[in-house]
């Protein structure tokens, strides 16, 4: 073992008194992997997911993260003098949790040494691959080193896909619930949308939520960002098939699928390379270098057209900025207001270009005389909204691109909930 990882250990424990002195119980949180090596990518996850898990608990205080050369460990404080309780409580995570096997949780009273799971009558920690004690397989060198990291790997990428998979789920049905959404596609209205239904949406969701979910992947397998877009073309391009085989025909999300589809690419690899949440705008800026491309395309789809005649951007543009609006209306999302949702949506109708608005709009001066309507609409006010999307339906306006946006929205605060 090396100077570097001695010192590093040797430090932690300094770290854990420091930390002592200014509170009265603290979880060492360190995830439990094998080898010389410590600084992987799912290193770094394991202990920044089991921090937010610990952030849930009534009495977490506090948490600051350490990257060292023998790993990342963070250091957690809890209101509470009953140690035998919080530690019994850790074991359970350690115990129960999908990903409990590949992390320790230690917790220290008022000194070191922490209290372990022997006083407390429980055994040793098992072996993640045969069930013996993890302590006689290390001595033994029972399996390899390769197929120890390999099953972490393994295990860790298929939490996170369905984890993901949740999160996807729930941003796009948050957008389709809401109600009185401007001539959207509800669970009640079919907005201006006749050839559309709450159904058929659905349908389209389920079809291209796996070709999301496998662009994460990529993402976080990837090594670097360059060309990635180009790579995962192919995947959009099925994603937009399998969308119209379910819907018999209708465009219900091509638009979404571009737009989560590259920010899907960016988190997982923001979530592996273990960059803060605000790396993944950047991401998408560098995965998307090469769309100006596009641009010099004939002005055959409406998005096209729109660049042609107004030098509208779109969807493109958003993604090219490292979707500005987004960022934008992530500063704004309050759960607890009753109707955050359409503040937020009616943010990023304001702040965009949505190339579906402005041609449903048939003209630049309609499509500004409806959105100086919309800045003066009171969210607040059950009949205004209901008002306006009456209006909006008459009137046969939509603003798909938006919705796609507060999508893309929702999904980035839950990764941001989920893993910062």
Do not use: W
């Not at 008194?17 to 290193?43: C, R, W």
């Not at 393994?154 to 941003?171: A, D, G, P």
């Amino acid at each position: 073992m090396n100077d570097s990882i001695l010192n590093a250990r040797e430090e932690r424990m300094n770290e854990v008194l420091n930390f002592l002195s200014t509170s009265h119980l603290s979880i060492l949180v360190k995830a439990n992997i094998p080898g010389p090596h410590k600084n992987l990518g799912e290193a770094h996850l394991l202990v920044r997911l089991f921090c937010n898990e610990l952030k849930k608990n009534k009495r977490y205080k506090a948490c600051k993260l350490f990257n060292t050369d023998d790993g990342p460990f963070a250091l957690i404080s809890f209101v509470s003098n009953d140690i035998k309780s919080i530690k019994l409580e850790m074991i359970n995570l350690e115990e129960n949790h999908e990903l409990g096997r590949f992390i320790d949780l230690d917790v220290f009273g008022s000194s070191i040494p922490s209290l372990s799971r022997k006083e407390l009558g429980f055994s040793l920690r098992k072996c993640y691959l045969c069930g013996k004690d993890a302590s006689y397989c290390s001595r033994n060198k029972s399996h390899s080193l390769d197929l120890l990291l390999s099953y972490i790997k393994e295990c860790v990428m298929t939490y996170l896909t369905k984890q993901i998979e949740l999160l996807l789920i729930k941003s796009m049905m948050t957008e389709l619930d809401l109600e009185d959404k401007f001539g959207l596609v509800t669970k009640s209205s079919q907005g201006s949308h006749p050839d559309m239904n709450y159904q058929m949406m659905k349908k389209a969701q389920q079809a291209i939520i796996p070709y999301f979910k496998k662009l994460f992947e990529i993402g976080y397998q990837a090594d670097n960002l360059i060309n990635l877009l180009e790579k995962t073309r192919n995947i959009g391009i099925d994603a937009e098939q399998q969308m119209l085989k379910a819907t018999g025909g209708i465009n219900a999300y091509k638009g979404l699928i571009f737009v989560l589809g590259i920010t899907c690419l960016a988190s997982g690899y923001e979530i592996n390379h273990h960059q803060n949440f605000n790396s993944i705008f950047e991401n998408i800026k560098t995965i998307s270098l090469t769309i100006n491309d596009d641009f010099k395309n004939p002005p055959i789809t409406s998005g096209l057209k729109a660049y042609h005649e107004y030098g509208f951007m779109g969807i493109r543009g958003e993604v090219k900025n490292g979707l500005p609006s987004v960022q934008s209306t992530l500063k704004i999302i309050n759960p607890d207001e009753k109707h955050y949702l359409h503040r937020c949506l009616k943010q990023l109708i304001l702040i965009s270009e949505d190339t579906v608005f402005l041609k449903r709009s048939k003209s630049m001066d309609s499509y500004l005389k409806f959105k100086s309507a919309i800045k003066q609409l009171d969210i607040s006010n059950p009949d205004e909204l209901k008002s306006f999307t009456v209006k909006a339906i008459s009137e046969n306006l939509s603003f798909g691109g938006s919705a796609d946006l507060l999508i893309t929205t929702l999904f980035l605060q839950s990764i941001k909930e989920f893993y910062t």
